[in-house]
């Protein structure tokens, strides 16, 4: 797996006790054509005073290589290290594109498409910079070809966009698919969803839209945090078969069933990792996975999708698929791991109700409170005036 590089992670640094926080300009830019599975990608960054003082990416040279830098830059033993000059200045570098998940791919460019990370494009770092200064951020893509790009900050061709946030250093995060697109836009229960994938993959746009379009009103209000703009990208054949998610975005291979024959359905699962149910503790990555393949299956029930008997059977199914594998409580947690999660959290949810409470508000304060084995027995012992006789061994 490819270590993710070059851009920014906001570990915040310090400056000049003299030295006025202020304001600084960034502005991240990548060409990609289709002749080649290389990136030019540059980062600019403006400032009327010194407020962004230095980057430091790791940077193994076998995924980037250094352009050029105004100012000092070094880039040695796969660590990039920029020293921004006072007024600002310019990095530029190339990527490789292409990115193995075990013998498929998760990132992978063609003479007609594109799919990848921005997170890779302009990935994390250590920054040094002034106390509290902040960024005012902006992305451009272009491309010599008569391609088009959607981004978790809609279609970005030739565009220059602000990307928002408020930290010091904001970055561009989320999939980015370019190429020969197909692509199909919705107003949904006040939210926008794109759903775009290469022409001629096989990607059914419309059953897409239409099966959310009928689950989310459902799906924000147990998870209210799902973003106003949600892209999903189809992932062609010879990539990853599954589904992933980052920032406003995500991805799924056009051959996941809306709904799988145990009844989960990816895209409910991966959804629901947009709405905040994401970023476990090291050994609480089993409650994520697990909400978020319980919560597929429940609001399928609710919606209609599937029945009460059908909803049983799937527990069952999960029960025989933790029984054949030895599922346990795991992070990280997959395959009869997440089943076991699930069906801790159905015995969980049947305490609850026996007692007057709900699912839907553990899983709510979880979202607020953070994902951690102690937070899922502290909300559930509010809800129920007294420890969970469920979670009592874990």
């Known amino acids: 797996m490819r270590f993710l590089i070059l851009a920014l992670c906001t570990l915040v640094g310090c400056g000049s006790a003299s030295t006025a926080a ?23 960054v403006t400032q009327s005073s010194p407020q962004l003082l230095e980057l430091d990416f790791n940077a193994p040279e076998e995924t980037y290589e250094l352009i050029e830098a105004s100012g000092d830059v070094e880039h040695e033993d796969g660590r990039l290290r920029w020293e921004v000059p006072e007024g ?3 990095l530029r570098y190339r990527m490789r594109i292409d ?63 602000d990307i928002g946030g408020d930290r010091n250093f904001n970055r561009p995060t989320g999939w980015l698919l370019g190429g020969e697109l197909g692509t199909r836009r919705e107003k949904i229960n006040g939210r926008e969803l794109v759903v ?12 897409t839209t239409a099966f959310v379009r009928w689950t989310m009103p459902e799906l924000s209000r147990v998870f209210p945090r799902l973003p106003a703009y949600i892209l999903i990208v189809g992932a062609p054949p010879g990539m990853w078969r599954g589904g992933l998610s980052a920032p406003g975005s995500l991805y799924v291979h056009v051959e996941r069933p ?13 959804l629901i990792h947009l709405a905040g149910v994401h970023s476990a503790a090291d050994d609480a990555d089993w409650i994520v996975e697990g909400l978020a393949e319980y919560y597929s299956l429940l609001i399928l029930k609710r919606t209609g999708g599937i029945s009460e ?72 012992e509010e809800l129920l005036g007294q420890p969970s006789r469920i979670l009592k061994d874990i």
Do not use: C
């Open 22 to 44: 202020g304001t600084y300009d960034l502005l991240f830019s990548a060409n990609i054509g289709a002749e080649t599975a290389v990136a030019e990608a540059s980062i600019r």
């Open 88 to 90: 600002g200045g310019v």
């Open 99 to 161: 990115s193995h998940r075990g013998d498929r791919f998760d990132a992978k460019h063609t003479p007609t498409w594109v799919l990848m990370r921005l997170d890779d494009l302009f990935p994390g770092a250590r920054v040094r910079s002034i106390k509290g200064s902040r960024s005012i951020s902006s992305i451009n893509i272009t491309s010599p070809d008569d391609w088009s790009f959607e981004s978790r900050y809609g279609s970005l061709k030739d565009k220059v966009k």
């Open 196 to 207: 775009s994938a290469p022409v001629n993959s096989g990607m059914r746009r419309l059953d």
């Open 258 to 270: 809306l709904i799988s024959e145990n009844a989960t359905s990816t895209l409910i699962h991966e």
């Open 309 to 380: 008997n059908r909803f049983q059977q799937s527990l069952g199914q999960l029960a025989e698929w933790v029984a054949d594998e030895d599922g346990k409580l795991a992070s990280p947690s997959k395959g009869a791991d997440t089943a076991a999660a699930v069906l801790l959290l159905h015995e969980l949810a049947g305490e609850l109700q026996a007692a007057g409470q709900h699912i839907d508000t553990l899983a709510g304060e979880m979202v607020e409170r953070g994902f951690e084995i102690d937070n899922l027995k502290a909300v559930s």
